[in-house]
C-alpha cells in the first residue's frame, strides 16, 4: 500500500507539476524519463524465449547472468511479478539455418504507471511504460550463440544501472524535494 502510495503522489507531482511553474525554472514533466527511472530500485526479470533448433540451449542462464549484473549494482530483484513491478524482460526470437543460427534479443523495462482514461473523470488504470535498453541481431555457430547472448545481456543490465544513475542525477539536480519521496 505504501508502494502504491508513492506511485500516486509520484504521478499526481508528474500531472500538477506544470500547472505551476515559474518560467525558466525546470517542471517535472521536462524530467522525461528520468522521474520515472530514478525511482526504481527493484526488478522483476522474465525471458520471453522464441528461439528454435538448440541456438539457446539454456535461456534461464540469461535470466542468471541479468540478475548478477542487477544484483551487482545494488537494485533488488523480486521473483514474482505485479501490476507495479518494474519487470526487466529480455525477448528473444531465431532459428537455425545452415551455416548456424540467427537470434535477435531485446531488453526492456515495463513498468505500470497510472493513467486516467478519460471516459469519466474517476475512472483510472495502469499504462505500460517502456524503456529500451539494447536490441541486437546475432548470427554464427550454434556452440558459440550461448555465451554471446549472455555476454549481450549482461552488458545490458550495466547499461540499466548506467541509465538509472544518470536519472538519478537528473532528478537529484532538478527536483531535489522530488528526490525525497522516491529514497523514503
Request: aromatic letters at 8%; one cysteine or more.
Amino acid at each position: 500500500m505504501k508502494k502504491l502510495a508513492r506511485i500516486v503522489a509520484g504521478s499526481t507531482l508528474l500531472i500538477f507539476s506544470s500547472l505551476a511553474f515559474a518560467e525558466g525554472e525546470p517542471n517535472l514533466l521536462s524530467a522525461g524519463d528520468n522521474a520515472l527511472l530514478a525511482p526504481m530500485s527493484v526488478f522483476y526479470i522474465v525471458v520471453d524465449d522464441e528461439v528454435e533448433d538448440g541456438c539457446l540451449p539454456r535461456p534461464s542462464a540469461l535470466k542468471d547472468k541479468m540478475e548478477v549484473s542487477i544484483r551487482q549494482s545494488g537494485f533488488g530483484i523480486v521473483e514474482k511479478s505485479t501490476m507495479f513491478s518494474n519487470n526487466i524482460r529480455i525477448s528473444l526470437s531465431g532459428y537455425a539455418y545452415a551455416g548456424g543460427c540467427v537470434v535477435t534479443l531485446g531488453t526492456e523495462i515495463i513498468s505500470g504507471v497510472p493513467a486516467v482514461v478519460y471516459r469519466t473523470a474517476s475512472e483510472h488504470t495502469f499504462a505500460n511504460h517502456i524503456t529500451f535498453i539494447g536490441r541486437s541481431l546475432l548470427t554464427g555457430s550454434k556452440s558459440g550463440m550461448q555465451s554471446r547472448l549472455e555476454k549481450i545481456v549482461s552488458e545490458d543490465g550495466d547499461r540499466i544501472y548506467l541509465i538509472i544513475s544518470r536519472a538519478r542525477d537528473h532528478m537529484r539536480k532538478n527536483f531535489p524535494e522530488l528526490v525525497k519521496v522516491w529514497e523514503e
